[in-house]
Structure formats: C-alpha cells, structure tokens
C-alpha cells in the first residue's frame, strides 16, 4: 500500500524538473564556456605576443607612441630596415651613430627630424632581428651609396630625403 500510495503522490514532482532544467542550465554554459575560452584564449595569445613585440617595446623606449617626424617615410624605413641585410643595417647604422657623433647644432628642425625617424627605425630593425646595435662609427661610403640607392635615395646618402608629400 505504502507503494502504491507513494507513486500516485504529486508532491515533489516539480522539484525534480527545475533540478532537471538547472542541471541543462548548467551543463549549457559549461559547454558555451569551453567553446568560446578556446577563441578567447588564442585572442589573449596574440594580443600578448604583439604587444611584447621587439618592435613595440623598442617604441616604447623611445617614448610611447613614437611619434615620427614624417610618418609615412618613418614607415617606409621600417619596411626597408626590416628587409634589409645585416651587414647592410650595420653599414646604416655606422653612418648614423658617426652622424650622432658630429656636431648637429647648426641642423635644421627637419634634418634632425629625419635623423631621428631613422635612428629609430635603425634600432627597431636590430631590436626586431634580436641583435645590438653596435656603436660602430667606421661605414664603407661606396657601400652606403649603394644602400641608399636600394633604398630609393640619391646618392648624397640615406639622410637625404627626398620631400615626402
């Protein structure tokens, strides 16, 4: 009897289906969350690794946000200091630490502009390759003209720039 009594009886029933539905509640969201921290975590990955970059850090040394002189030619340096061959960057880099040697009191605003958007590319280039940049300042001028000639430039040297707008 107590048997019978027991299956006919109602009361309890609806506890049953909200542990029911709480337990699909939550075995949902345990899914969701595995499935979207997968993509978040390889977003998290990329963000870190970017802004850990060589690159970044080196702008940052350089005062947050370097703000180039000439942005659009400071870009194209980027772009040909990173192709560039290692004796060629070391080749640039010579000329531009005998240039920060010499006596620049007399330069222009707009020279010393260009000297420093390529002393920062200079540096980006080495700190992104994973060398130092050496404090060499002995450069073989036939080869610095045939530098600056890759790099566009005429052959008075990579510090003359042609005007850029």
């Not at 007399?106 to 920062?120: K, R, S």
């Amino acid at each position: 009897m107590f048997s019978a009594k027991f299956l006919r009886d109602e009361q309890g029933a609806v506890t049953v289906d909200w542990v029911v539905l709480t337990a699909a509640m939550v075995a949902l969201g345990l899914a969701v969350m595995a499935t979207v921290s997968r993509g978040v975590q390889a977003t998290v990955t990329d963000i870190d690794a970017n802004m850990n970059a060589p690159s970044v850090i080196t702008r940052m040394n350089h005062g947050f946000g370097y703000a180039a002189h000439n942005q659009r030619v400071f870009n194209g340096l980027l772009t040909d200091m990173a192709g560039m061959p290692d004796d060629d960057l070391d080749q640039v880099a010579a000329y531009f630490n005998a240039v920060a040697e010499a006596d620049l009191s007399g330069a222009d605003d707009d020279t010393l502009g260009q000297l420093a958007d390529f002393n920062a590319a200079i540096d980006m280039a080495y700190v992104d390759g994973g060398r130092t940049r050496p404090t060499e300042t002995q450069y073989d001028e036939a080869e610095l003209a045939r530098i600056s000639t890759e790099m566009g430039y005429d052959q008075g040297g990579v510090v003359q720039i042609a005007s850029a707008d």
